[in-house]
């Protein structure tokens, strides 16, 4: 912090302000000067020196003050030519004058620039009040609220207390405070008043609470978006809640809930307003919690074919140590189960008086019966999820004692079996759905040609490739075991099968036929063969196992495989680790039922995807993820550090895990000898390319340490994020929750050529102007099918052009507002709104509904400012209306493409026979006519999405207005005309089945 006090109020800001500090001046010439800026004592005037100007001159009086903008939201910072060399967090701006001018300042640390900020805003909101009001802390509604809990508590009424006393209530509101800590600032106190005596005084247990548990940067945002104020109202709380959380449908009423179930003060509850401490309680409750609440049930299709979902996957699932040395343990499967876990793996040997049993082969120590086994996964099987649990047989067993697995399992199992014969006349697997409370057992079958009781069948590739690493002579064959007919007629449609290439594979698999691949073979393949490794997994599950050289059951990465479709990827559960950790913040979506649906692009029968893409993906929008790093809560010590003391040096690493063009790392500054709250205060921007196989990674690191550096991590799906001010629930390296430690962020989702995701993200956000960057369509070398493609280049050059204007007008619009390319339109109505109000609060500029599009109409003259700003607006509005109007017809010519360029699917073969294709050229025929299938679907779906957007952005914009005062005053029917509004707009919103929006 810039100085020993923590700042609480406006007081501190204020008296901060009047001692001064260094700031940066920057000039529109790209020109930087270092000054020292003060408030002068009245509160008056902004001064700075040295300057050339006089002294009288080189000020700026409070009064002429519009607004301030936080972060580099103004034209000199946007032309700067060391803007890039400047923090976003740091920038602050001062709007002043008639033709909004701008002081451009950068501040030593984001601390300082938000006490400017805050201060500046403070003093222009409350204009020509005098100081008594501002330095009269004492009557705020927490200070009346403290001085009450401190008078129950105090017995005697003699206005004093214990020291023990005091620090025993202050834990009471605060546990997460350190008893020494509050010892400590008790000592402070009592040392600056020259007091010999440890009693406390009402004063100073308010002094102490207040320095102890204001969070500084949860101080800024309550004062920024509370206009001022030093509380939230139920409309400050409504308006947080809509343009900066992303919460659709709020009301009043579910406001003033919140208050009344966080707010601690009772004069708060009653009277409807939240200070600062019912706000941070807010902001640490579940409800603000960084995953999507929507995420937490099953949110998918969950009836597409078992080879269209990720599966949760366990390897070795009976061990809890290393694969070596460890011994079985029937905790492994209860783990693995509790974890919704879906495809686990039995190991079955012979075992004593004819009882098979489960058993790691490197050790044989610590067998576990095979029938309790079975009992245990029978009575966990379906408690956390439904969906049908795979069961991976490793059979060792002599024919005597198959038998004896076979009766355990259908007496065990019963009717969750899944033993019906796979359909012939089916080309795909049923579904997840169809399958609830369904076991598959996954092993080797017996040919069904022939009548056999028992017969030989090769081993499972997993078992060959450990047979290979541990026996120096042994022959790369097919090593054959007996299986019986009643096992074998137990496996149905999980039949393991050896993989050869992708082309025996896609003339000759049977769609219920699974390959198993070693980590080495399914990376060789991965990186030789992405795109037929794609397509293979459409059809056929794909099993991938980790090396058997990981003695130490490492774990492999199964982002690598995911990005091929590769659907069981099976993990070393006993093993924590980054690994883990990806593997088990990926299926926390959906539920958590261990099933998550593939991209639609890795589904499609026709489509191109390759995990190797550089760049832009082929009907995929690409987004931004925009991450605050703010603060740290109560981090604790690394585990296994070894030096002494409990000072850490924290900073956070933030890791993109996806396809290898989304990949990337970042991290903040390390914060000096702080673990109760370090402020980091840093942003951070992420293009994310296939947002839907992206995941996040926070990861906290001390930079001071000697032996273990690890804090926390938590690992979260893109998809789950939510959007706007959130605590982070920090875990340990093995998973567990750590109490009380959090990390304070800002997301922001966005998509790179605007939008948001889905209806809480659908305001229009976006980094910043660009031109059109087309998606081209490729060449197939077959005439007649190149002949249907180029009738779509012209609708694609439209549907793009469409969308990009209309996103160019709306961060046109922004730029004018001073507000960053993350704002919602709400957030740009409310600031647009304030420059349309005259000093004696009528408006320059009234809403009318025109055609239903809401257009703002002139009340007499206007300065050049408004008039920019105005013509912005109504160019923004144009656009919208324009795609809103035209979307239907081009969507309408590039689906009929589509469709056209489809009907030749099942020719293509033919059609390059006919003109000499073949081979290499063939393929590549083939492969251009899927990616562009793929850009005509994918830009269909782009535009109908950015109409719906911009249907959205209209009915915010109108409700805004109105909610504004931008609308014409005396008009009994203007409610009346705004709801036919919105209807109107409402019912531009609808299509049918055939592809129109």
Known sequence: MPSEKK?????????????????????????????????????????????????????????????????????????????????????????????????????????????????????????????????????????VWLKTVFEAADVDG????????????????????????????????????????????????????????????????????????????????????????GVA?????????????????QEGRLKGFLTIDGFTQYLMSPECDIFDPEHRKVVQDMTQPLSHYYINASHNTYLIEDQFRGPADINGYVRALKMNCRSIELDVCDGPDNEPIICNRNSMTSPLAFRNV???????????????????????????????????MKKIFGNKLCTEAPLLSEAYLPSPEKLKKKIIVKGKKLPSDKDLLEGEVSDEDEEAEISRRMSEDYVNESRLIWLCRELSDLVSICKSVQYKDFTVSMKSQNYWEICSFSEAEASRIANEYPEDFVNYNKKFLSRIYPSAMRIDSSNLNPQDFWNCGCQIVAMNYQTPGPMMDLHTGWFLQNGGCGYVLRPSVMRDEVSYFSANTKGILPGVSPQVLHVKIISGQNFPKPKGACAKGDVIDPYVCIEIHGIPADCAEQRTKTVQQNSDNPIFDESFE?????????????????????????????????????????????????????????????????????????????????IGKKGSEYTMLRNTSLKIIDDIFKLAVHPLREATDMRENMQNAIVSVKELCGLPPIAS????????????????????????????????????????????????????????????????????????????????????????????????????????????????????????????????????????????????????????KSKRCLEAIQEKDTGDENGRL
Request: proline share 3%; hydrophobic share 35%; net charge negative.
């Open 7 to 143: 700042i609480s109020s406006a007081s501190d800001c204020i008296s901060f302000m009047q001692a001064g500090c260094e700031l940066k001046k920057v000039r529109p010439n790209s020109r930087i000067y270092n000054r020292f800026f003060t408030l002068d004592p009245d509160l008056q005037a902004l001064r700075w020196e040295p300057s050339k100007k006089d002294l009288d001159k080189a000020k700026l009086d409070v009064s002429a003050v519009k607004e301030i903008r936080l972060g580099k939201n103004t034209e000199t910072f946007r032309n700067n030519g060391l803007a890039d060399q400047i923090s976003e967090d740091c920038a602050f701006s001062v709007i002043h004058g008639e033709n909004y001018e701008s002081l451009d300042l950068v501040a030593n640390s984001a601390d300082v620039a938000n006490i400017w900020v805050s201060g500046l805003r403070y003093l222009v909101s409350r204009g020509k009040q005098p100081l008594d009001l501002m330095e009269n802390s004492q009557n705020t509604p927490r200070f």
């Open 158 to 245: 003699n206005g004093i207390m214990l020291e023990d006393t005091s620090v025993e209530l202050i834990k009471q509101l605060n546990p997460t405070l350190k008893e020494s800590k509050i010892r400590l600032k008790f000592k402070e106190i009592q040392k600056s008043k020259e007091k010999l005596t440890t009693r406390v005084t009402k004063e100073e247990f308010c002094e102490a609470f207040s320095e102890l548990c204001t969070r500084p940067e949860v101080y800024f945002l309550l004062v920024q978006i509370s206009k001022n104020k030093e509380y939230l109202d139920a409309n400050d709380l409504m308006l947080f809640l809509e343009a900066e959380q």
């Open 249 to 265: 449908h709020i009301t009043e009423e579910m406001c003033l809930d919140i208050i009344r179930r966080y707010e601690l003060s």
């Open 374 to 408: 079975i009992e245990v996964i029978n009575k966990l099987a379906f408690i956390t999820t439904e969906y049908p649990l795979i069961l991976c047989l490793g059979n060792h067993c002599s024919i005597q004692q198959q038998k004896v697995m076979v009766q355990h």
């Open 686 to 766: 992420f293009q994310i390319n296939l947002p839907e196989l992206a995941m996040i990674r926070f990861v906290v690191l001390d930079d001071d340490y000697i032996g273990d550096e690890f804090i926390g991590q938590y690992t979260i799906p893109l998809e789950c994020l939510q959007p706007g001010y959130r605590h982070i629930p920090l875990r340990s390296f093995v998973g567990d929750i750590l109490e009380h430690v959090t990390l304070f962020v800002h997301i922001a989702i966005t998509n790179r050529s605007g939008g948001g995701k889905a209806q809480k993200r659908s305001l229009s956000v976006r």
């Open 825 to 976: 339109l709400k957030q740009c109505i409310l600031t647009l709104s304030s420059r349309l109000i005259n000093s004696d609060n009528t408006p320059s500029a009234t809403i009318y509904m025109k055609d239903a599009f809401p257009y703002l109409e002139p009340l007499g003259t206007m300065p050049d400012v408004q008039k920019k700003l105005m013509a912005a607006y109504d160019l923004m509005i144009q656009e919208s209306r324009f795609l809103i109007e035209t979307a239907d017809t081009i969507h309408d010519k590039i689906v009929q493409c589509q469709k056209a360029g489809m009907e030749f699917h099942e020719e293509l073969h033919n059609l390059g026979s006919k003109e000499g294709l073949k081979g290499r050229k063939l393929s590549k025929a083939i492969e251009s006519f899927a990616w562009n299938i793929t850009v005509l679907k994918g830009q269909g779906d782009l535009l109908k999405n950015a109409k719906n957007e911009a249907i959205e952005n209209m009915k915010q914009i109108q409700l805004a207005c109105l909610s504004c005062g931008l609308s014409k005053t005396g008009s009994g029917n203007t409610d009346a």
